[in-house]
């Protein structure tokens, strides 16, 4: 019998496939790694997968990665992590897109996928100055 986990782990291997940049397991949780260029698309799939449905977006948040390991970090500097559950299959998801370019860092806005998106990607603008294209009102609300 296999546990939670690893039929999560299965059912994304099966519906992304090559989208899937790296799939962890840490502390009880999976992380999938995707692309900037397949994060809308991957979004958009694990909300809709029969197998998957990730209906609700719990949070999203920006991370600087520039001094993580103290220095020893060796990747892009910035990544939008989203933190999904599945109601239905009682699952949850950490999701991390990496923004290509460190000095102009970009990544789709979810918010056509997840309309609870809004204010996190603009918490994340305004606290990393990531930006998400395609958000419909992308201005500054803290600081």
Not at 53 to 58: A, N, P, W
Not at 90 to 102: G, S
Request: proline share 4%.
């Amino acid at each position: 019998m296999s546990s939670r986990i690893e039929t999560l782990k299965a059912a994304l291997q099966k519906a992304l496939g090559a989208q899937i940049q790296s799939l962890t397991e840490d502390v009880g949780e999976l992380t999938l790694v995707v692309k900037a260029a397949d994060y809308l698309a991957v979004t958009t799939k694990l909300r809709d997968d029969a197998t998957l449905r990730f209906e609700q977006l719990i949070d999203l948040c920006g991370v600087d990665y520039r001094d993580y390991g103290d220095g020893a970090w060796n990747g892009p500097r910035f990544a939008a992590v989203l933190h999904l559950l599945s109601i239905a299959n009682n699952w949850r998801l950490r999701v991390r897109v990496f923004a290509p370019d460190d000095d102009l860092p970009v990544v789709p806005s979810v918010i056509p996928v997840w309309n609870a998106a809004n204010w996190f990607e603009r918490e994340a603008f305004d606290l990393y100055g990531l930006v998400f294209e395609g958000h419909p009102d992308l201005r500054r609300i803290l600081t």
